[in-house]
């Protein structure tokens, strides 16, 4: 019953049930994260140790490192309650703090303060690292307003990963998924629009497991389809493609008249498809519209790439039969890097050879983006990702040459400065098997395709640009 000489109103009745209600609040949540910490693993564990001293010492650190704000203009409630007239001490003002964790470390996220903000927490990040005992700290900034400090406790370089392909059409077309970066962060990158990819480093450092990837992320798409030169192997029973050729409209080895044939058969498509393109597309370039089964991307992998394009030296018929047949081997793979873009046709170059002939620059030029593994040199790591790479020692190839960075690779892109580095998870043979196994029906070749569309019509006749390259000597 109320009592109505209660001036509480009877709200200390309250006070036992809303008591109760925090305190299982309190017991709820310290469950919840005991059961959080007992389940993660032992790396987890110590991040999420990490993170409680991180968020505990905040207000003593970030004074220290400059990252707070004095305010001089009292509070309007400081000015009332002040009856006395003493001077009103300024604030201290220090970010506030949110701390997330993950295997590798922390993620914090700081909002900035007037006179705190970006740069001023890149420079103290140094401090931070050392503060909170971690390999590397970066600052970066998502929105206004607010940074993000990503620290490391342990390089995610060092850690190997593995990838199991999920045999699932993309969500996204042309994506590549690469790994993870330094600080453990994905990287992807978007290959729309992208005329050509090269990949180099030293052998077994991880060029063929990045490869495979690609391939088995993209293989069930009905969208894509492969093609395929290698230059290690002389059929494609052997090597690394064994397993990948079901999901293959072509494929060659080490012979450099096959491989002349499959680019000029190449190179014929991409001038059959811009004829072809405002008849079936509407459009003259493929990405307008995006790629589909009846016009699919085209991705041309070109595997020890320096085997097709070296230099052949010597008088004798069979040797400058080669020579020639390598240097129309660089035209064709030129036309198809400098033209094939908008045409649906994307190529991927790889070598291990570390010279800048491997690969012609005036191929690796027009790639705009380059990935090395471990290098020896730092002319080999020049040939791979340009003359950039002097500048950016931390990033250079050369110091990824102990096994630990077996899969780890730099990368540069053009539409960014520097270079990023990257831990490329390690994909089995048996998985990518099976994936073009599952997916061996969807391959098409895309000159069949095309003729389909437009029965009848001779599409190297009413091609721009038509003029074939002449057949090597
Ligand atoms: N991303 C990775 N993570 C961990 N280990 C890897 C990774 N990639 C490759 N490896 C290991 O290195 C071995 C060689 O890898 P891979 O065949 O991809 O090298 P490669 O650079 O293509 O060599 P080559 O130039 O001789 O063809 C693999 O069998 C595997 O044991």
Redesign the pocket.
């Known amino acids: 019953m109320k009592d109505f000489n209660d001036p509480t109103g009877g709200a200390f009745g309250f006070l036992p049930l809303v008591v109760g209600v925090a305190l299982a609040v309190l017991v709820g949540w310290s469950m919840w994260w005991v059961v959080r910490y007992i389940r993660a693993d032992a790396m987890t564990r110590q991040s999420i140790r990490q993170a409680v001293r991180i968020r505990r010492g905040w207000k003593r650190l970030a004074p220290m490192l400059k990252l707070s704000a004095t305010d001089k203009t009292p509070t309007a409630l400081a000015s009332l309650s002040n009856t006395q007239g003493k001077p009103i001490k300024p604030r201290v003002l220090v970010p506030a703090l949110k701390v997330t964790h993950d295997m590798y470390g922390v993620i914090a996220r700081a909002t900035c303060l007037p006179g705190v903000g970006l740069e001023q927490f890149q420079k103290a990040a140094p401090h931070l690292a050392d503060a909170w005992r971690c390999t590397r700290v970066a600052v970066t900034q998502d929105k206004p307003g607010q940074v993000v400090i990503r620290g490391v406790r342990l390089d995610p370089l060092k850690f190997?990963?593995e990838h199991r392909p999920t045999g699932e059409v993309p969500d996204e077309i042309a994506r590549w998924d690469l790994g993870l970066d330094e600080y453990a962060q994905p990287v992807s990158v978007d290959l729309t629009q992208v005329p050509g990819v090269t990949v180099a480093?030293?052998?077994?450092?991880?060029?063929?497991?990045?490869i495979n990837r690609l391939i088995c992320d993209w293989a069930p798409s009905p969208a894509i389809q492969f093609v395929c030169a290698d230059g290690?192997v002389s059929t494609a029973r052997e090597g690394?493609y064994a397993h990948l050729v079901k999901r293959m409209f072509g494929f060659v080895g080490d012979d450099l008249e096959e491989a002349n044939a499959l680019f000029r058969r190449l190179v014929e498509l991409r001038r059959a498809r811009v004829s072809a393109a405002e008849r079936i597309l509407g459009v003259q370039s493929m990405w307008e519209v995006g790629p589909s089964a009846a016009w699919p991307l085209v991705v041309v992998i070109i595997d020890?790439a320096h085997t097709y394009f070296r230099d052949h030296k010597g008088s004798d018929p069979k040797t400058k039969k080669l020579a020639a047949l390598a240097a129309e081997n660089a035209r064709l793979v030129e036309d198809l890097v400098k033209k094939g873009r908008s045409m649906g046709i994307l190529v991927i170059l790889a070598t291990?050879k570390s010279t800048g002939d491997a690969i012609p620059t005036f191929i690796r030029d027009v790639c705009p983006i380059g990935l090395s593994?471990a290098q020896k040199t730092a002319e080999a790591a020049v040939a791979a990702l340009g003359e950039d790479i002097r500048e950016w020692p931390d990033a250079n190839p050369i110091n990824l040459q102990d096994r630990s960075y077996?899969?780890v690779a730099s990368m540069n892109h053009q539409s960014q400065p520097g270079f990023t580095r990257i831990r490329?998870?390690?994909v089995s043979g048996r998985d990518s098997a099976a994936i073009a196994q599952q997916t061996a029906h969807l391959t098409a070749d895309p000159a069949d395709l095309l003729t389909a569309q437009l029965p009848g019509v001779d599409l190297t006749k009413s091609a721009p640009d038509n003029t074939t390259p002449p057949m090597a000597a």
């Open positions: 190997k990963t480093g030293l052998p077994g450092f991880g060029k063929t497991s990045l290690k690394d020890e291990q593994f077996v899969g490329t998870p390690f």
